[in-house]
């Protein structure tokens, strides 16, 4: 399906109707706890839409935009990983894993990232623009290049990722000291 608007639709109530989705855009729409295995979305915009614990092995997720919704509990890493690519602003994605995808050049902006999982993740020249990240889980990660400076409560462990030449903020500084117990002023 090419270019179609979703407005106010309950899937769970309401069956999909194709398995691809191109260009078109999802208003209000409810997604929670469906299974969207196999589905294609490509180019696709989900606005205020709720998509928590969604079901998404080998789902292709390409060039999306998702703006002002929530998508709690989400597994990406269950996601086709070819042409993977996602754009967030104003989401809750709190408890979502992006476990060892290729994440380059994401984009978060004024997102709610609590307890997401980016173990072993390549999130090089990502961009986390006003974030909170507080008991977000970076493990193994790619970070090289990536932007932290206005995000918040993060705790990185310089030791166990890879952090060259990403930017921090002074005040963020101390998430990158979090793993020495010490007290900073």
């Given at each position: 399906m090419e270019d179609k608007k979703f407005e106010h639709i309950d899937f769970t109530e309401t069956a999909l109707e194709d398995s691809d989705f191109e260009n078109c855009i999802f208003d209000n729409c409810n997604f929670s706890n469906l299974d969207l295995s196999a589905i294609h979305f490509t180019g696709c915009e989900f606005i205020n839409c709720n998509l928590s614990l969604t079901k998404l092995t080998k789902t292709v997720l390409s060039e999306l935009i998702f703006k002002d919704c929530k998508l709690l509990g989400m597994h990406f890493y269950d996601c086709s990983p070819f042409l993977f690519s996602m754009r967030f602003e104003n989401c809750q994605l709190d408890l979502s894993s992006f476990y060892k995808l290729k994440f380059k050049k994401a984009d978060f902006k004024n997102c709610s990232l609590k307890e997401v999982d980016f173990t072993e993740t390549d999130l090089s020249a990502a961009v986390?623009?006003?974030?909170?990240?507080?008991?977000?889980?970076?493990?193994?990660?790619?970070?090289?290049?990536?932007?932290?400076?206005?995000?918040?409560?993060?705790?990185?462990?310089?030791?166990?990722?890879?952090?060259?030449?990403?930017?921090?903020?002074?005040?963020?500084?101390?998430?990158?000291?979090?793993?020495?117990?010490?007290?900073?002023?």
């Open positions: 986390f623009d006003n974030c909170d990240m507080t008991k977000a889980v970076f493990d193994n990660t790619l970070l090289e290049k990536a932007d932290f400076r206005s995000s918040y409560n993060y705790s990185i462990d310089p030791e166990k990722n890879l952090i060259k030449k990403a930017k921090f903020s002074m005040p963020g500084i101390a998430g990158l000291l979090d793993q020495y117990d010490i007290e900073i002023d």
